[in-house]
């Protein structure tokens, strides 16, 4: 991992090196157009190994906490052991093979709704903290080698209905896997498709760091087309758009261009940011829009059952099948928004939510007197103390852990209603308010508006993202509360427990801390800066608006290309730059994007706020 000092370096050669005013893809073509005449990116193995060392047949650094800031190589830091790792490898793998075959029969008019459906899932299954069951994987990797197996026929069938011949495609669409009882042969396979062999076939690690940018931007893009599947949402052209991604990677190697990976990492930020609107839509149409809403973070007597992750529609299954039985319901987590939904705080047995972040769970879990359902990430191995107490539901699993497959939550109803729950009311009640989405914000925004005009309010930040364990991220929580007090925040995701238990006041008669809810609301905040970018007649950038994000995994990378796609400029990104992220990679968004690592949170702050100043350091 390079470090904050080293990052500020590579920003200065850029910016004197590359014009400040370029811009989406055309910027960034222009950009390596510029660094391929001074030679800087790598060709030789011998670099590549310098930032992928093969000492094991695993490695992993496809989120934030990875292992000394360089790959996990043994077991993940998120507790994926070797074997699960090899087999999501190989999983991913075969995706490409199964979108090869899909994209051409997309193309000759035959839909494959198995095939759209089945690469979301479980490209979304091999996310940091989702899926850590080899069992699960295995049945993963026997359903995809038999729908490869039936679309190689069908797009064979098809050339041949029409009179055309046959691509002769290459690569993973050639993949047949033999023993697939046998774990161990599937992990062999899986390591001969991983990144070490990858690495040594590339023998570029600017190439290899492309490849993973767009890989892990596509994994969290399916997740988020998971969501909204769920909720009933799906739509043809992004399906068709996640097959163009995995065919191109499919083929794409060392002499591909590249501004051809920059701007397929593009056109990556543009698919996902279709796939919140869709999830916006599914949310907002079932449930309704947000509306603040006062929400208690204390437990309160009685029964209960605590609901983790992102998935609205299992929240209101549970709520439905609890209902009238004396078990009240807690959000955990990403659900904290759900609170907002009137369609959901209907119901008059949630009552709360309780807890933090994701990475808080083993002490959490282990205090919570009743049973927990994980429906989306972030899960982290169990303690014994409530193995006995969780499930997962959807893509979520884990060796050992009970999973729900139907919408019947009765053995997680008869666990509550035999524990105690809590024996008393918190003595030190406390709320917070959340449900702050774009229609509720928008509804006020004429006094926004008059108050920037005026002077009351002088800026606005969006500090969102991921949590996680290191302390650095603390550095989100001290921007937020050295932030002036004419200034307003906006948070959204998990990020924002560092500091949404803590007063904040109000600027123009307005909440200096607005929620906008789960990290796909970024879609939220996006509309609601574009809005008063048209009020204000400016662009995104002209606004009195930093963007300060956190990110930990595939999501956080997927609204990251979401937002470069868009142009958004001069992001404060952190606590560290991704492992993937080689230093011309980092070149590139750099000149073209002004991205910035986090470092100290007074000097970023002041920076935000006086940018003429910081520009001129």
């Known amino acids: 991992m390079k470090s904050v000092a080293t990052v500020a370096r590579l920003a200065t050669v850029a910016k004197a090196k590359t014009a400040r005013n370029a811009s989406g893809v055309a910027g960034v073509r222009r950009n390596v157009s510029a660094m391929r005449n001074q030679r800087t990116f790598a060709t030789t193995a011998e670099v590549a190994k310098k930032f992928y060392p093969p000492e094991s047949p695993m490695f992993c650094f496809q989120c934030e906490q990875t292992r000394d800031g360089k790959g996990c190589s ?117 390591n001969g498709v991983g990144i070490n062999p990858r690495r040594e076939q590339l023998g570029n690690a600017d190439i290899l760091g492309l490849q993973e940018l767009i890989t892990y931007g596509l994994k969290g893009a399916c997740a988020y087309a998971e969501h909204a599947e769920i909720l009933g949402k799906m739509d043809a052209d992004v399906n068709q758009q996640v097959h163009e991604v995995l065919d191109f990677l499919a083929t794409a190697d060392a002499k591909t261009p590249v501004d051809a990976y920059l701007g397929m990492a593009m056109k990556v930020g543009a698919m996902n940011l279709r796939i919140m609107e869709l999830l916006d839509a599914g ?71 309780y807890g933090g972040a994701w990475q808080l769970q083993k002490l959490e879990f282990s205090t919570f007197p009743g049973p927990i359902v994980v429906t989306t990430n972030c899960l ?55 449900g702050f989405g774009r229609n509720a914000v928008m509804s006020v925004a004429p006094a926004i508006i008059d108050a920037v005009k005026s002077g009351k309010l002088k800026h606005f930040f969006l500090i969102g993202g991921c949590d996680g364990a290191e302390g650095e991220r603390n550095y989100f929580r001290d921007v937020a509360l050295n932030a002036p007090k004419d200034t307003a925040i906006l948070t959204l995701a998990c990020g924002k ?59 956080a990378v997927a609204v990251l290309l979401t937002l470069l796609h868009l142009g958004v400029k001069n992001i404060h990104l952190g606590p560290h730059l991704p492992a993937f992220a080689t230093p011309n990679m980092l070149n590139i968004l750099v000149s073209t994007f002004g991205l910035k690592p986090t470092g100290n949170a007074a000097i970023d702050l002041d920076a935000m706020l006086n940018p003429k100043k910081a520009a001129s350091m």
């Open 74 to 190: 043994t077991v993940g830091v998120c507790g994926k052991d070797s074997d699960v790792a090899a087999l999501q490898d190989l999983l991913v793998h075969i995706n490409k093979g199964i979108s090869q075959y899909a994209l051409r029969l997309s193309k000759m008019g035959l839909a494959e709704p198995d095939a759209d459906l089945f690469v979301m899932k479980s490209l979304f299954a091999t996310l940091t903290n989702v899926n850590f069951d080899s069992a699960r994987f295995v049945t993963y990797l026997k359903s995809a080698q038999k729908l490869l197996d039936s679309l190689r026929t069908k797009y064979e069938a098809a050339c041949k209905s029409k009179g055309l011949t046959p691509e002769r495609l290459t690569g993973p669409a050639l993949t047949k896997l033999t023993n697939l009882d046998d774990v161990k042969s599937l992990v062999e396979q899986g």
């Open 283 to 353: 949310g907002t149409e079932k449930f309704g829009h947000p509306t603040p809403t006062k929400v208690r973070v204390t437990p309160v007597k009685g029964k209960c059952i605590l609901v983790s992750g992102h998935d609205l529609n299992d929240l209101e299954l549970i709520l439905k099948q609890t209902e009238g039985k004396g078990i009240n319901v807690y959000t955990h987590g990403e659900l904290l928004p759900a609170h907002g939904y009137p369609g959901l705080k209907k119901y008059k047995h949630l009552v709360g939510n």
């Open 380 to 434: 982290v191995e169990p303690k014994k103390s409530y193995k006995d107490r969780i499930f997962t539901r959807n893509v979520v699993g884990f060796s050992g852990i009970k999973h729900i497959a139907t919408d019947d939550f009765s053995e997680v109803i008869n666990i509550a209603q035999n524990m105690e729950g809590f024996k008393a009311d918190d003595p030190r009640p406390k709320d917070i308010t959340v």
């Open 497 to 555: 427990y560092r500091f949404n238990k803590m007063e904040f006041g109000e600027v123009a008669g307005l909440p200096r801390l607005l929620d906008i809810g789960q990290c796909n609301d970024a879609y939220s905040a996006i509309q609601i800066a574009s809005a008063l970018a048209k009020a204000f007649g400016t662009d995104v950038n002209g606004l009195p608006l930093s963007f300060v994000i956190s990110w930990f995994e595939q999501k």
